[in-house]
Each structure stands twice: as structure tokens, then as C-alpha cells.
């Protein structure tokens, strides 16, 4: 049963021999006429075919994007087409030096097998298995197309197309606050510290005004990584924790900010001689500061668990007996016995991260925590009153 | 006979979606997911047993705690950490070193003090005091004119320390004022040295003894331990059994004065074992085997290497799902349902010796999970006998638990105290 899909279409003339024509169709569609051409070896030890398999978890995200609200996927889908396909220029419409409307022919039948469709796809495979995955009726896409019976130029193109340079993670990071829609999990996850880091930097009056190092701020000293891990675990596991729980309100994001202003205030008050400097000068100002440092924090607010968090005042007066076992700028960290570390052999590596917080929590029990009179057994915290009775 | 289950930080996201296979994009790993004792209305175990290499991790093998988590559970302490008030007993935490993490070591890799002061940042209520395991069997060295070349010195240095460090814990638990209970651990390579160590312990003051380095024994091996201990031990001494296995002899292991045990066989048989993957009173059946496409790397290298076709196995694994769904509805046969789990099967492990189709016509046939009153066999029905992702397995693993621990209150008659 031979068919043909009719579709309006624009050819434009690119370069002497290449010609493209870019049209738009049901995404649902296009697997009926083009085909997934995979890497393999042949019998012989011949390669053949360029795509590798999809990547299912890739196409997860594309499609719950897909099943939101109003979906936009504005880029096109490149589909290469044998001579089968044939385009007829509309004589009455108009055009431009490079450009002509008209109607692309693509033949197909139901149920072809793959070697007998006129199409192959060169790029948008993961986005095409998403919208065939999707729990949608019709998701129409914009394909551009070049007709060539020769795979090798299929090949390149597929390279070209896939040997661009990434965009570099902190960019993103640094587009995130601005953003609503329902994003890939790994960036969604990262919005709210992203939106949090954006204001630490910009704020006026923050501690950490213009000292983060963004795409945009390429002279803050603090590496944005290292603050957005801070973060990450405060919201997790720490006092940032507390004003997430609006009952599946908004997070208390003014609230978050208090605190993050009272204690990096409180830190630069009384570590102002290692403030400041880059962190080839200085580790408080390094991955491993930071994220120990955060890590305090929360342990301060837990002290005062009493009260919703610490004032800067408080989260200094636990800060100060800290001073003198810390050798951010000079000396050797003591953390414990044959576990001398000059202080600029501290490495931002999650082995020394966890070396440096260990010390510093025995420290701010031993000569804070424990020493505070009959700090009161815990009640119940709020927090976990708010948890929701699932059972 | 109180039973401890062993924490490797194994929870639920309640927020899982089964039929599209997705979780809450607002979810906070451990903040938002169910321990064993929120999923069930009646708990299913006395106590938890926290170890020290699995909180800080060793070696190669890496802590099952994020460092946030880890400094939340060392603040606030093992109870508001784990939720405790959320179960419907009394639920008693017991920490350990987790010897078998360091066992290849010379020596163990912590301090006494270390040691104390992770069990009293914690707020356990039991603490065990640090070990070292002797991997090693010769009761023939209890014969009276045996050589003493039987049993390496290593060995018997492992013994000596063990008891070195359990007297310097006692003492600085005493000076150290600390509020938990104190168990002495025992090592041996025989039933009486067991008992010449449990005897020591007794003498140092311990009025609770744990018993380590079993794991490995086999059933008659152990019982002559546990009777060479039983012979000595004082009236009233606590008794608690380091990681069992073996699960059928509880009723003897009673008998022996044995009063408490550990155990993560029927979590980990959920998942780990060949054919005993779902329990019931009466037998344990066979998890039909579904492995996702992308999580089954031989599978994957295969695709990739374009060797298998991934169109065609992503059908067949659908075709699993969806015959699973209507053979529940009743809307397909034993065999037909059969068939299809075969085929995919054949597909993904072509060499198999495995031999699954007897296995899953009796897990098909008897449907286990229909009968079974457990609050995770209510909610999953049949999902909880594919063999699957963690989500699946997981809670396979609580039904275990759950089951297990309903025998283990019948066997042993219903105990006082347990809170309704």
C-alpha cells in the first residue's frame, strides 16, 4: 500500500550542489518514513550505520517536558532523503534569491521495514523517540532536509552535528533563577540554589556580594560549585531545610536568606584575616571552607534549635573558640595524630572536604557544644511535627 | 528473642510511580522516603543495628551516607535521624564497628574513644565494643593434647586484642560516663575459646555479650558454640548473635540463651538470591525477572555494539510489564504470561542455566502476593514479585522482613511488651 505525504515546504539554496528543504510534520509521523540507521559491523567487518542506541534516560526527561504544559521544541529534526523524494516549487508564491515555497512529495508505505524508507534521521532521534513515547495526540516539529543517495555525506553530517563543545555547567546555573518551565531533573534540582547563590552575589548588604565567581562575575573568588554544594546540603540536611517544609507552599526563599546572611556575616567578622583573599591564599575561601563551613552552620542552628535560627551575633559567638584551631592562611591543620596537613595541602576532594568537616564538628562539640550548659535534650522539632502523616 | 535489623540505609520513595516508572521531582532522598517501620502498620523489628563502617564507609566500600546526612545523624542522633517515634514499638538502636569491613586490615582502623564517642553522639542504646574477626574454624584445637600450631598466632593475637579492647572499653565507657549499654564482643576460632571469651567478658563486669565472626559457620558448628557458651554463661547475661543466616533455628538458637540477633538475609534474598527472592509462612518463591533494558550492562553493551537490537528489547520488556498487568486483571493465562517472560529471558541471557521457567510457573500459579496481608503486598499487588529497580526490590525486601518477622513471632510465641 503505497502512500505519499504532501507537505508545504521551503528549499533553500545553500552552497553550489546543496540544497535543503525544511518543512514541519507530526513528530508521531516521522518514524513511517525516515529510518534509525545504528552502528554496527557487518559479517564482513564492514561499518555501517552512525546512530548509537537511544538513551532512554535522556528521552525520560524530553517527554515529561513533552506531557507539561504547552511543550515548545523550536529546533529542527535533520532528516536526509534519497531521490525518492521530490520537491515542486509553488509557481504563484513568492521567493527569494535563495528561498522558494512549494510542496515536498515523501513517499512511504504502512509498516515499511527500515531499508525501504526514503529517510534517514541524522539528528533529533532522542527527541523523535520522546514524542513517539509521549502520552500526547500530535506534536508537530520542524525537519530540515537534504536529499543525497550517498551515506558518507549522512555520516558527516552527523558528526558535524554532534561535535559541538557543551555549554559549560555554571552558564546554566547562572540561567537557572530566571527559568519556570519543568527542565531536565538534574538542573530542575539545582534551580533553588541557583536562585539562592544568584542572590548571595547580587544582594545588597549580602556578606558575599560579588564574590562568587558566575559566567557573568568572572572575578568572584568563590568557585559557584562550591557554594551551590554548601547549599545542596543545607537544603537537604541542614537549617535551609526548615523553610522548605511551607506545606507544598513555595520554599520560604527571604527566610533562607536570613540565614545564609547572619552566618557567612558571622564568618567573615571572625575569620576576617583569611576573608577575602583568592583561595590559593586562603582555604576558608576554597571548596572544602566553604562546604565545611556550611556544614557548621547547620550544626550551629541545630544548637539554637530552639529559635527558628541563629542571629549573626550567635552563629559568631560559636564561631569564635573555632579561630584558633584553624589554619586557613598558614601553619599545619592538626586532625589528629600523623594527620599533620599543611594548610594550602588541603584539596578540594571529597576526602579532604570530609577530613576537614570531621575536625571541625570535634572541635565545635568539644569546645562549644558540650561545654554549653544543659543544652536540653531535644523535643521533637518542628520539622518533624510538620512531616506529613503518611502512614 | 529480640530481632535488630541491620541499617544500610535502605528506604522507599513513596513518591514512585510504577506504572510510568517515575518519581516526585521535588523529592529529598531520606527526608521524603519510608524506612521498613513507616511503611507498616505494625513494625516489624525491635531494634536497628547501626555500624560504624557503613555511617563512615571503609576501603572501597563507600558510606551509604551523603556527609550532609552523616553530620545529621552525629547531631541530632540515631533516633530523630531514623524516625523512631514513627514506629508503632519501642525500637532500640544498637551500634557496632562493622568488623567485617576491616577485617583484612592488622588491626581495626578506629580508637576505643573513636568508637565511644560515635555511640554517644548517636544515642544508641547498645554499644558494642571494638573487634576484631577471627576467619578461621578449628574446633579440633579443643582436643586436650592438640598442637597449638593449629591455630595461627595472628589468630589468636585477634582474640587477645578483641578482649584488650573490650576491657578499655568498659573502663573509659565508665569514666567517660556515657549513658548506653555497653556490650563486650566475643571472638573465637572454636567452642571454647567462644566460651573462655564470653567467660573473660563476664569477669570485666559485661552484662551483655555479643558474639561475633559466625556468620560463616555452618548450623552444627554454631550450635556447638552456642552450647560451649550456654555452659558458661551467668543467669541473666544477654546474649546477641552477630549476623545470621540462617534463620531456621531460631527456636534452638532460644534455647541457648540467645536473646537477641541481627539479620539482613531476607532484605538482601529479595534481591540477592537466585531462586529465595519472596517469602511466605509456608515456602519462598521466585521473582519474575524483568531487568530494565538500561540497567542490565551485558544487555547494553550488546545494543551499543549493535550486536542485539534495542527496538526489540524494549518491546519485549514492555511486553512484560503489560502481560504482568493483564495476568493480574485475570486477562491472561499462567502460560501465556509465562511464555513472554520467557522470551525475554531467552533474549537478554541467551546462555542461561538458570532455568527460570519451572520457578516462575509457581510463583504465576500461586500468585503469593494476593494472599498476603502485608501493608506493601496491599498497595503493589503484583509488582512486588518482578524482579526489577530498586523501588520493586526494595520493598520485596520489607514484605521479607514483614514475613520473617510474623514466623518469628509465632515460632517463638508471642512476647511480652511488644506494643500493639
Known amino acids: 500500500m503505497r502512500n505519499e505525504l504532501r507537505l508545504p515546504a521551503i528549499e533553500v539554496k545553500q552552497s553550489p550542489g546543496k540544497t535543503l528543504y525544511t518543512f514541519a510534520v507530526d513528530g508521531k509521523l516521522v518514524p513511517k518514513f525516515a529510518a534509525i540507521s545504528r552502528v554496527r559491523r557487518k559479517d564482513d567487518g564492514g561499518l555501517t550505520g552512525y546512530q548509537r542506541p537511544e538513551v532512554l534516560s535522556h528521552i525520560d526527561e524530553i517527554r515529561n517536558y513533552l506531557e507539561s504544559n504547552s511543550p515548545m521544541i523550536p529546533n529542527a529534526v535533520v532528516v536526509a532523503f534519497d531521490s525518492r523524494v521530490k520537491f515542486r516549487p509553488d509557481p504563484k508564491a513568492l521567493g527569494s534569491k535563495y528561498a522558494r515555497p512549494g510542496i515536498l512529495s515523501i513517499p512511504f508505505e504502512e509498516d515499511a521495514s527500515d531499508d525501504k524508507k526514503p529517510g534517514f534521521v541524522v539528528d533529533g532521534q532522542q527527541r523523535l523517540a520522546a514524542i513517539r513515547e509521549a502520552l500526547i495526540e500530535e506534536f508537530p516539529v520542524c525537519v530540515t532536509s537534504f536529499v543525497t543517495d550517498d551515506v558518507s555525506q549522512q555520516t558527516e553530517q552527523f558528526i558535524l552535528v554532534n561535535s559541538t563543545k557543551p555549554l559549560p555547567k555554571g552558564l546554566l546555573y547562572e540561567l537557572l533563577p530566571g527559568t519556570s518551565a519543568r527542565l531536565p531533573s538534574a538542573l530542575d534540582r539545582r534551580r533553588l540554589p541557583a536562585l539562592l547563590l544568584e542572590r548571595m552575589n547580587l544582594d545588597e548588604g549580602s556578606p558575599l556580594q560579588g564574590m562568587i565567581q558566575t559566567a557573568t562575575n568572572p572575578r568572584g573568588l568563590i568557585k559557584d560549585n562550591s557554594i551551590l554544594r554548601m547549599l545542596e546540603y543545607s537544603l537537604n540536611d541542614g537549617v535551609l531545610y526548615r523553610f522548605s517544609l511551607s506545606e507544598d507552599g513555595p520554599p520560604d526563599v527571604e527566610k533562607m536568606l536570613e540565614v545564609l546572611h547572619a552566618f557567612w556575616t558571622a564568618v567573615k567578622e571572625v575569620f576576617k584575616a583569611a576573608w577575602g583573599l583568592p583561595p590559593k591564599k586562603s582555604r576558608l575561601m576554597h571548596g572544602a571552607g566553604i562546604i565545611s563551613m556550611g556544614l557548621l552552620m547547620d550544626a550551629i542552628s541545630d544548637r539554637y534549635r530552639d529559635r527558628r535560627y541563629p542571629s549573626a551575633a550567635q552563629f559568631a559567638t560559636d564561631l569564635l573558640p573555632l579561630r584558633d584551631v584553624c589554619r586557613w592562611t598558614t601553619g599545619f591543620w592538626d586532625f589528629g595524630p600523623g594527620q599533620q596537613r599543611k594548610w594550602n595541602e588541603v584539596q578540594n576532594t571529597s576526602k579532604d572536604i570530609e577530613l576537614l568537616t570531621n575536625y571541625l564538628m570535634v572541635q565545635y562539640k568539644s569546645l562549644v557544644w558540650s561545654r554549653a550548659t544543659s543544652i536540653a535534650e531535644s523535643p521533637t522539632s518542628k520539622e518533624d511535627k510538620k512531616r506529613k502523616e503518611r502512614k | ?420
Not at chain 2, 521473582?287 to 547494553?300: I, K, S, T, Y
Not at chain 2, 512484560?320 to 486477562?331: I, S
Request: net charge positive; proline share 5%.
Open chain 2, 1 to 420: 528473642m529480640k530481632f535488630f535489623f541491620p541499617d544500610s540505609q535502605d528506604l522507599i520513595d513513596p513518591s514512585f510511580d510504577f506504572a510510568r516508572e517515575r518519581r516526585s521531582t521535588t523529592r529529598k532522598r531520606q527526608r521524603d522516603d519510608l524506612y521498613a517501620h513507616e511503611v507498616f502498620a505494625s513494625t516489624p523489628f525491635d531494634g536497628f543495628l547501626v555500624s560504624k563502617g557503613i555511617v563512615d564507609g571503609y576501603g572501597a566500600l563507600g558510606s551509604r551516607y551523603t556527609l550532609a546526612q552523616r553530620h545529621r545523624l552525629l547531631r541530632l542522633g540515631a533516633p530523630e535521624f531514623f524516625r523512631i517515634d514513627q514506629a508503632s514499638r519501642k525500637l532500640s538502636i544498637m551500634g557496632d564497628c562493622g568488623a567485617f569491613t576491616y577485617v583484612k586490615e592488622d588491626e581495626p582502623p578506629y580508637s576505643v574513644e573513636e568508637v565511644l564517642d560515635f555511640y554517644g553522639n548517636c544515642r544508641f542504646d547498645y554499644g558494642l565494643s571494638l573487634d576484631h574477626v577471627i576467619l578461621l574454624y578449628k574446633p579440633e584445637a579443643d582436643a586436650r593434647d592438640a598442637s597449638r600450631d593449629l591455630v595461627p598466632e595472628a589468630m589468636r593475637a585477634r582474640r587477645e586484642l578483641t578482649l584488650r579492647l573490650a576491657k578499655e572499653f568498659l573502663q573509659k565507657h565508665k569514666s567517660g560516663r556515657y549513658s548506653f549499654e555497653p556490650m563486650g564482643v566475643a571472638q573465637g576460632w572454636s567452642p571454647m575459646s567462644y566460651a573462655s571469651s564470653v567467660k573473660d567478658l563476664q569477669k570485666m563486669g559485661y552484662r551483655s555479650v555479643a558474639l561475633g565472626g559466625m556468620v560463616p559457620l555452618k548450623t552444627p558448628e554454631l550450635l556447638s558454640c552456642l552450647q560451649a557458651i550456654h555452659d558458661v554463661a551467668k543467669p541473666g547475661l544477654q546474649l546477641h548473635l552477630l549476623g545470621i543466616t540462617r534463620t531456621e533455628h531460631l527456636k534452638e538458637f532460644a534455647r541457648l540463651g540467645i536473646t537477641s540477633f541481627d539479620s539482613t538475609s531476607p532484605l538482601r534474598q529479595a534481591f540477592k538470591d537466585d531462586k529465595d527472592n519472596y517469602y511466605t509462612p509456608g515456602k519462598n518463591y521466585t521473582a519474575l525477572r524483568v531487568p530494565q533494558v538500561e540497567g542490565n550492562p551485558a544487555l547494553q553493551r550488546k545494543i551499543s555494539s549493535g550486536e542485539v537490537s534495542q527496538d526489540v528489547a524494549r518491546k519485549l520488556e514492555k511486553a512484560c510489564l503489560e502481560v504482568m498487568r493483564l495476568f493480574d486483571a485475570g486477562q491472561r493465562t499462567v502460560e501465556e504470561a509465562l511464555s513472554v517472560l520467557m522470551e525475554y529471558e531467552r533474549f537478554y541471557d541467551p546462555g542461561s542455566k538458570k532455568m527460570h521457567e519451572a520457578a516462575y510457573r509457581e510463583t504465576l500459579t500461586d500468585a503469593p502476593w494476593r494472599k498476603c496481608p502485608c501493608d506493601v503486598c496491599r498497595e503493589l499487588r503484583y509488582h512486588v514479585v518482578l524482579f526489577r529497580g530498586a523501588e520493586r526490590n526494595r520493598r520485596r525486601g520489607f514484605h521479607n522482613v514483614w514475613t520473617f518477622h510474623r514466623q518469628l513471632e509465632k515460632q517463638l510465641g508471642l512476647r511480652q511488651g511488644s506494643a500493639a
